[in-house]
């Protein structure tokens, strides 16, 4: 079974500063796909980077990057240059190999951006 | 990046009634499409997974007859709450794309469900 761990429900950090969203995953499947996601107030979810399990270099989407340490089974998310519209709730999630692309999200971290 | 329509984006009704949510692909053909259920602050959870022409596959746990799934073009899917009750009230959201483990799924706005 996969799992998605995301072991901080919330974060702070001032704005213009870089912050890491922390993501572990556990899976048996050697094919697999990571992705991140934010969800503000409204409640849409907005795709922001995906990593691929065979991908050699870290994804990266603008002021995105996701650092992906397979050994550590770990994809955190990078945000550089914060802006106070970052605020929002962001969710790690896995696809599964063979599964129509079914997604399997972490818990969920609150960010706050701070002036 | 794609567009996925969900309509209503937001439904009250009372207990005992239907409510039909419908989930579009705009400007692709979509022939798997996923419905996720949202409680307050927590986390999406996969539902089903609804196949353009076939039945639907529901996750473990999940009541097909109270969820019912249609899927009868490759751009709609439609999800039914038969027989509404309060602990029905959630986030139901849909996502659509590609159908392998690298294609990024794109999720409609969503639909806040409240049942009195």
């Known amino acids: 079974a996969q799992k998605i761990t995301q072991t901080q429900p919330g974060m702070f950090v001032q704005e213009k500063e870089a912050v890491t969203l922390d993501c572990t995953y556990d899976t048996s499947d050697p094919s697999y796909g990571l992705f991140w996601y934010k969800q503000p107030s409204s409640g849409e979810m907005i795709f922001l980077i995906y990593?691929?399990?065979?991908?050699?270099q870290n994804a990266t989407e603008g002021r995105y990057s996701l650092n992906f340490q397979k050994a550590r089974k770990s994809a955190n998310l990078v945000i550089s240059a914060s802006q106070l519209g970052d605020s929002s709730m962001y969710f790690c999630?896995?696809?599964?190999?063979?599964?129509?692309?079914?997604?399997?999200f972490g818990t969920g971290t609150q960010l706050k951006v701070e002036l | 990046g794609a567009v996925v329509s969900q309509h209503p984006s937001w439904v009250i009704c009372k207990s005992g009634t239907s409510v039909k949510i419908e989930c579009r692909s705009l400007d692709f053909q979509a022939t798997t499409m996923f419905w996720y259920r949202q409680f307050p602050k927590q986390s999406l959870m996969l539902m089903a997974t609804s196949n353009e022409g076939s039945k639907a596959t529901y996750e473990q746990g999940v009541e097909k007859d109270k969820f019912l799934i249609n899927h009868a073009s490759l751009t709609l899917s439609t999800l039914t709450v038969t027989s509404a009750h309060p602990e029905d009230s959630s986030f139901y959201i849909c996502?659509?794309?590609?159908?392998?483990?690298?294609?990024?799924?794109?999720f409609g706005p969503g639909t806040r469900l409240t049942v009195l």
């Open positions: 990593q691929g399990s065979y991908d050699q």
């Open positions: 996502s659509a794309g590609g159908q392998s483990a690298r294609d990024t799924q794109y």
């Open positions: 999630a896995m696809s599964r190999r063979g599964g129509g692309n079914k997604l399997t």
